[in-house]
């Protein structure tokens, strides 16, 4: 398993939006609407096989309102 997070811009007013429906995708696990430099940030969950480029593009960036993403990468957990 692959976990990944994406920061994501929207177009002004459209963060709630994109939030709805960015949280129903296969994959993501948890939406959030942070301060700062990006409007939202998802957690996602992938499969040790699924390309995160791929998915990234095909099932976020497509998304009607997102003007922007940022992909971070994880190696591993802390609990």
Avoid: P, W
């Avoid at 398993?1 to 994109?18: H, N, P, S, W």
């Avoid at 960015?22 to 994959?27: F, S, Y």
């Avoid at 942070?34 to 099932?59: E, P, R, T």
């Amino acid at each position: 398993m692959q976990t990944i997070f994406v920061q994501l811009k929207c177009e002004l007013g459209r963060a709630y939006d994109v939030a709805a429906v960015l949280a129903e995708q296969d994959g993501v696990s948890e939406v959030y609407s942070v301060s700062g430099q990006y409007d939202l940030l998802a957690k996602c969950y992938l499969g040790d096989d699924q390309d995160i480029g791929h998915f990234v593009a095909a099932s976020i960036q497509r998304l009607d309102g997102v003007r922007d993403t940022y992909t971070i990468i994880t190696f591993n957990a802390f609990t």
